[in-house]
């Protein structure tokens, strides 16, 4: 019976996540293509798109400590019923062409949209141990989901007119996450234990971060997950502009349609690769090489796109986007695996709570170098792109070959050489 009901929760928890996300993958295709319409520079613009993972980096401790004192469903239902709020504030943003009203949008999106942790935090009060690992996939696989459905509904959402996009994907953006707070409101239990013991938890743990650099096997695959965020970062903020044409000279002119049809194609491409082929090759593979495979795929990717720039070919771009997606699927889930692998069972939730900071602050920094940069040269992202994942591409090599599972010191390296 209690197996059962918590089932349920997790079922209800990734119900809750996925309509909330649906709402995410709608808006974040057509932001830029919004602000370049209000007349927003490239450096507004990039600041803009950096607003939303800014306001997760500050709030999710915030939120994961909130949690801990008055229960997760609170902060869950509060953070649903800001994204109600905040959507619907987009689309009003968008009916009155207001760039402040867009950046006060994204910035309560990222500080609603911040209790994801909070998400992943009753997931682990209503697992086991053997478990937990399935009860967190859910959260991966909603996010998955999300962007893949979540353009095809902000196209359906545009109307008529599929050149200037209007007020629809906000409302209805709005809409979803009102039917995900009332889905949690009325069938979501609390999870957290009155009796659990609590640690105390920080705003930013810099002695975690410090440790985990000074960690011979950690810190540099720390740093190669940063800079191989940040390069993929810098792609994907600069796609919706690359493909709308949001630049004199640009080769493609997608209308808003189209758009959102491109990244279904990604988030479809991007839940094959992690659902088949890198759970096929999990086990077989080691993942120094997979990370490193994917590293290379991205490389390729990122300079193939640069050639579908250069003869304006739609076909090669889809080529493109499928080698970069397919890279990017083979290289985070390694890189994590190899980052826990490595760590001390002890440290490892402090050690993981960084990666998750790491990849942040890289997704704060991609869309403030990437989209000015597109301004100066439409290929310009892309090559910026090509090189950081090729330095990504060495230390993650360096990384793998010079470090061994924690506790292995003295035995011989776990086989994880590329």
């Not at 992943?120 to 991966?140: C, F, P, V």
């Not at 069938?187 to 410090?210: G, I, N, Q, T, Y």
């Not at 792109?385 to 230390?395: E, I, R």
């Amino acid at each position: 019976m209690v197996e059962s009901r918590r089932r349920g929760s997790l079922l209800v928890i990734f119900l809750t996540v996925f309509i909330d996300l649906l709402g995410f993958g709608m808006v974040l295709p057509l932001l830029p293509i919004y602000g370049k319409q209000f007349d927003a520079t490239f450096a507004t613009l990039g600041l803009l798109m950096a607003s939303f993972s800014a306001m997760q980096f500050l709030f999710a401790p915030l939120w994961g400590r909130l949690s801990d004192r008055i229960g997760r469903r609170p902060v869950l239902l509060l953070g649903l019923a800001g994204s109600v709020v905040f959507y619907t504030l987009f689309g009003v943003a968008t009916v009155y062409e207001s760039l402040a009203g867009l950046f006060i949008a994204r910035i309560g999106a990222g500080i609603a949209g911040a209790t994801i942790s909070t998400a992943q935090a009753y997931i682990a009060d209503t697992t086991s141990l053997e478990n937990r690992a399935k009860g967190m996939a859910l959260i991966g696989a909603a996010f998955g989901l999300g962007f893949t459905f979540g353009p095809l509904l902000g196209a359906l959402a545009l109307g008529k007119d599929l050149d200037r996009p209007g007020p629809g994907p906000g409302y209805l953006a709005a809409a979803l996450s009102a039917g995900a707070f009332l889905l949690a409101l009325f069938k979501l239990p609390e999870s957290l234990d009155p009796s659990a013991a609590r640690k105390a938890k920080h705003w930013l743990d810099v002695p975690a971060f410090m440790r985990a650099m000074r960690t011979p096997s950690i810190g540099p695959l720390l740093v190669a997950f940063f800079i191989c965020i940040l390069s993929f970062a810098n792609f994907e903020t600069t796609l919706s502009l690359l493909l709308k044409g949001e630049k004199e000279g640009a080769p493609f002119h997608f209308n808003l349609e189209e758009v959102g049809w491109t990244f279904a194609y990604i988030g479809v491409t991007l839940t094959f690769a992690q659902g088949v082929l890198v759970r096929r090759m999990a086990g077989h593979v080691s993942e120094g090489r997979m990370a490193s495979a994917g590293a290379a795929l991205d490389i390729a990717g990122f300079l193939l796109l640069l050639h579908a720039i250069t003869v304006s070919s739609r076909d090669w771009m889809l080529v493109a986007l499928s080698v970069i997606v397919v890279g990017f699927a083979f290289m985070m889930p390694s890189l994590n695996s190899l980052i826990s692998r490595r760590s001390d069972p002890a440290q490892q939730g402090g050690i993981l709570g960084v990666t998750q900071s790491v990849s942040s602050l890289a997704r704060i920094l991609g869309p403030m170098i990437g989209i000015p940069l597109f301004g100066k040269g439409i290929g310009l992202p892309y090559w910026l792109a090509a090189g950081l994942m090729t330095v990504g591409l060495a230390l993650v090599i360096v990384a793998a070959r010079g470090g061994r599972d924690y506790g292995t010191a003295e035995l011989a390296p776990v086989d994880l050489e590329v």
